[in-house]
């Protein structure tokens, strides 16, 4: 797909409220690492669980009421948590004084075992994951703490060339780098950058980095680098320094809007390119719909590689602009 | 009103007195025992009346706990086998508790939080989500996070979930799978096996019920809604799934296509990086899974990449450009 040909990636909501699930497993594993701090602060209890504070105390709340209903089945005094009310309400601290039922930590289900399990096979791609025992060994121990054999959820890694590890390296020195780079409207120039942040999706890599020619953040795909360089001066723009937003592909209001009518099953294909608030219509299988995009170079590339799955309706100098390129590519069967 | 009253305490309020009290009982407690002593359901219990709706309601907890990893045991009363009053139920200790000879360490925390992360979309960043709640319940402190990194896999096959239900199940899937080339759809019934991602791609392994042998399945050429079935499958040892992966590996290694790329452009730079590519100055060899893949990505670059072999493949791509040059005109 066309390099950053600006589209807005819907997939990168921030952490959505708790559903009662998550709230059960937090509330189970919560109670294990509450016995074994003798007296913890709200705070670092929430920054050990990446949950707000409040969340932490509504739980520990919850905690210091709950119990089994015991010999009577009336919940007595005795068959219940109790925790300090005092130091939660006025230090913010907690400190469990009375447990009953649980004793350890809950084991994972097979689902979520297999996610751990499929994620870290995605990451043996990564050149400082490249040591297979290691991932081997966490896979054992996962699927030992799951309550049942972890489901047949698989990733191939997939090979990396030797790009990836020099930026690696780059990245964690906090030095500058410098390589090749041809963009998806065909010009290439020689590109000098603030390294910040590898990343990928599925297949694809890229780097986020801070450009020194164009004085922005731009993201690049290491299949479009060439030869890199890393060199030994230090960064200017460090991570901390500047925003990196969330998505990969950014809008800007330069984007062209062009409608185009895609088979309705490949249409999350192009989720990342569908603004939000676009108008959808859909009939018999296939929808109308717009992408946004910098420029039609990549959107001729897009389109060309999905024949029949998505075409453009317009505007007219969009629709040209694939069909060209197409005719160009058919010609040379000739 | 008891009604009225029950419906105050939270679900997790509800699913978490269960859990208690399912583990500090031994012998088990029988479904009247829990409806009319567990934190809330007895607010909503009738003692002589009813209890249809809080039965159900205990049904879609006891699933939802199990979905957990919560292993919520059913016993039979040996007196009275098949009698479903007398059922009793319990979380047996053993098997609720992760193993206490299992640990992690910072290094192995901060890399399974970072394979966690892979997951932003689906039910399964759910499910990571959960693991690391779990994981950091044994109070590991992890050195610096991983900020260097921000790798992604995508779910976006409709088909993803459904089977990755079924396969954890072992039920039959009957789904209509569409082959390049074919104009109709053909229904398939399959035992899943694995899913396997590879090359961005998901592909499900399976046992095909109709040919009797396993057969790969691109997610993307499942044309309609999963439909599950309530046969039961013996579960595949794991060595099936290594298997399926060498065989992928193997075909991957057999198939090549000869292509000249223009140079400089943007075809010769990126397909030069392509994973076992063979370079010979403008002439790549490039290895594939799938021809019809391959000629859909080749088509995409345009006038930049003439195919050279196979013959099948040129012809693919060649109708492929035609093809979008007659939707364009």
Known sequence: ?334 | MAVAAGSRVPVEERLFSLVLALLATEAGLTKAEILSTVQGYRQRYRASGDNANLERQFERDKDDIRELGVPLETLESPGEPGNNQNLRYRIPRGDYELPSDISFSPEETTLLNLAAMVWREGSISGESRRAILKLRSLGVVTDEPVIGYAPRLRVRDVAFEPLTAALDKHVIVRFGYLKPGEQDARTRTVAPIALIQREGRWILHGEDQDAGGTRNFLLRRIVSPISTTNTRYPAFPESATESAKAELDKIWESRAAIVEVIPGSDAATRLSKRADTGIDGDTLTLHYSDADLLADELAGFGPEVLVLGPESLRGAVRDRLLRTEADHG
């Open chain 1, 1 to 334: 797909m066309a390099e950053a040909a600006s589209g807005r990636s819907k997939s990168t909501g921030r952490v959505p409220p708790l559903q009662a699930q998550d709230k059960l497993t937090f509330l189970l594993s919560l109670v294990p690492y509450l016995m074994d701090h003798d007296r913890v602060s709200v705070a670092d209890a929430a920054a050990h669980f990446g949950m707000t504070k409040e969340q932490i105390r509504e739980a520990v709340r919850l905690i210091g009421v709950s119990g089994i209903p015991g010999e009577t089945a009336q919940y007595q005094h005795e068959d219940l948590f109790d925790i300090s009310w005092d130091d939660l309400e006025e230090n913010d601290q907690i400190v469990l004084t009375h447990r009953v039922a649980i004793d350890d930590s809950p084991r994972f289900s097979a689902r979520e075992a297999a996610a751990l399990i499929a994620g870290l096979q995605y990451l043996s791609s990564l050149p400082e994951h490249a040591n297979r025992t290691a991932i081997a060994t966490l896979t054992a121990k996962l699927s030992r703490g799951a309550s049942a054999t972890p489901s047949q959820l698989t990733v191939q890694s997939t090979r990396t060339d030797e790009t990836l590890a020099l930026i690696r390296d780059s990245v964690d020195a906090g030095v500058q780098l410098e390589f090749d780079y041809l963009n998806s409207r065909g010009e290439r120039e020689r590109r000098r950058v603030d390294p910040l942040r590898i990343e990928s999706l599925d297949a694809d890599w890229y780097l986020r980095a801070w450009c020194h020619l164009r004085e922005a953040i731009r993201t690049f795909r290491l299949d479009r680098i060439s030869n890199p360089v890393v060199t030994t001066e230090p960064i200017t723009h460090g991570a901390a320094d500047v925003k990196l937003p969330d998505s990969l592909f950014e809008g800007s209001a330069d984007d062209l809007i062009v409608t185009i009518d895609v088979a309705a099953a490949a249409a999350p294909l192009l989720a990342d390119y569908i603004p939000d608030g676009a108008v959808t219509v859909e009939s018999e299988g296939r929808l109308r719909t717009s992408v946004r995009v910098s420029h039609y170079h990549g959107l001729k590339r897009l389109i060309a590689s999905m024949p029949g799955v998505a075409l453009v309706i317009g505007p007219p100098d969009a629709r040209a602009a694939v069909r060209e390129w197409a005719a160009a590519g058919a010609a040379r069967y000739e």
